[in-house]
């Protein structure tokens, strides 16, 4: 196993906090390493360290003699030229073009390919070189399964070493041997992959609790102490009193973020119509058909997962169910009490010259004022952040903006369009947790596994004959039947039913209930302990009483299923 890379207490500063603080790292034949952390905690910074594209303030980076580096960036910048003069020939690269769905592109200038292309050929690209290490940031970004399934591939079989940052946790469980996390300057090395990760998070979080608890203890007794001695010793230092005042009112270091997504949006009651699409077929002016004979009802409460290759008109087919777009041919109605919300991929559809403040407030409102100030901060927004033009925000921070003003719509239908691009896991997972608790429709379009699985219960394929058709088993046979455990013909045969995951959509039903349940006994918990009213605290505490009963008989049915 030889050194490709040796990383020795790098420290980079940024503007107003630490972005890395003396982190030591190496990098060897063999290594998958996964980079994880909220939004401009250090991600891509660190991977252009590694990289030798941007230079730490401190520390050493020594690379293997004769090593070479292939660098991947979020926005690829590529050769001018086709598709074939940038990747080249040769049976490694046309295999590569084919399962990246590329091949009908291959003579097209790359400035005239969409963001999604561009990152198949640069993929493509910089595995067809001869690297050692690959530093790949948001490698999945605009990837459809086919692509991702390849990418693993890729990963997997790469002779040298492999360092990326991704939002995806199927990837990262799936092909990383260590994960990097960044917080607050600090770096925490894990082995194994991202559940190994999360295992490593728990356990730091629970030593954390105990740590304080132990500093709270020792803080009581030396006041309790010195308190005792004051008569005693009129000449003790009050220093030594107030220090220990101090350390008993401090605390445990306070999270990067505060809270989690808890937005209150009042939903409109849905009818037991919600969508109904009748023989519903879609052709481009030029002729092209690209949706053909599709029908489809939505209810109250459905949450349906759109997927299929890149191309195939997954967002064709949300715009026409959302009514953006009409139909070719056939109808698409809406129930007369749908509201819909709409979160679209790759589109900034706000004035990019307003502030995050003016935008929440809308045309009518007042920026700034208190009940906005408290729905920015629901989702982080705060400070000056809230006073920053939206065209200054990262990405992430410009994801969440979306999906702040897609709430603020109060709808029941909510449409989202590849949601998670560009946002940490932190928010993703928090995200998940908000979506199951909101009651109404939802209809996604997405290749991110994980997100699927916590936020639908029902798979929808948009095949390229234009045809559209039910998974069985949903998120899990998919996966499953895309991994090559079971086949398409499996799928639809009633005499092999056990080859089929079939309890997948009971299992996310009740962990939504358990996480609902939760969710309901924390906030009951700070509406008892904020309230000063005797009888609301009465009231408040019996149904406290009962959510916890009901929490444990959740909690147990899941288990159940679980053996």
Known sequence: MAIL??????????????????????????????????????????????????????????????????????????????????????????????????????????DHLSGGQLKRVALAKIFAEHNDVLILDEPTNHLDLSAIEWLEQKITSFPGAVVLVSHDRFLLDQVTTRMIEIDRGKTFVHGGGYSALLEAQAERE?????????????????????????????????ARIDAANRLLAGGKEAAAREGTIDFNVETPRLGQTVIKAHNVSFSYPNGRQILN???????????????????????????????????????????????????????????????????VAGPRGIPGSPEDIAIMKSFWFTGALCKTKARDLSGGERRRLQLLLALTLSP????????????????????????????GTLIVVSHDRTFLSRTTDRLLEVHEDGSIAD?????????????????????GDADEPEKVPTNGR??????????????RRTSLNEKIMASADVEEQKKLSAELSQVIKDLATAEDYYLSLLN
Request: proline share 4%.
């Open 206 to 238: 629970v030593q954390a609790q105990n740590a304080e608890q132990i500093r709270k203890n020792m803080a009581r007794h030396e006041l309790a102490w010195l308190r005792r001695g004051v008569k005693a010793r009129s000449t003790k230092p009050q």
């Open 293 to 359: 004979g599709i029908n489809l009802e939505l209810g109250p409460g459905d949450r349906i997962g759109i997927v299929g290759p890149n191309g195939a008109g997954k967002s064709t087919f949300v715009d026409l169910l959302a009514l953006r777009n009409e139909p070719s041919v056939g109808t698409v109605k809406h129930g007369p009490t749908v509201v819909t919300s709409y979160f679209e991929q790759g589109s900034d559809n706000f004035n990019l010259e307003a502030t995050v403040q003016e935008l």
């Open 471 to 491: 998974i069985p088993g949903g998120i899990d046979a998919w996966i499953a039947r895309a991994a090559g455990v079971i086949t398409s013909t499996n799928l």
């Open 506 to 519: 009971v299992l996310r039903d009740a962990e939504k209930q358990v996480t609902k349940l939760e969710r």
């Open 5 to 110: 890379i040796d990383i020795q207490k790098v420290t980079l500063e940024g503007f107003d906090r630490t972005i890395l603080e003396d982190l030591s790292l190496t990098i060897s034949t063999g290594d998958r390493i996964g980079v994880v952390g909220i939004n401009g905690a250090g991600k891509s910074t660190l991977l252009k360290i590694v990289a030798g594209l941007q230079k730490p303030d401190s520390g050493n980076i020594r690379l293997g003699q004769g090593a070479l580096v292939g660098y991947l960036d979020q926005i690829p910048d590529l050769p001018k030229g086709t598709v074939r003069e940038v990747l080249g020939s040769g049976w490694e690269v046309d295999a590569a073009i084919d399962r990246l769905g590329m091949t009908k592109a291959i003579d097209t200038q790359i």
């Open 412 to 439: 029941n239908v909510l449409f989202l369009d590849e949601p998670t691009n560009d946002l940490d896991l932190e928010t993703i997972r928090l995200i998940e947790e908000f979506l199951a608790q909101w009651p």
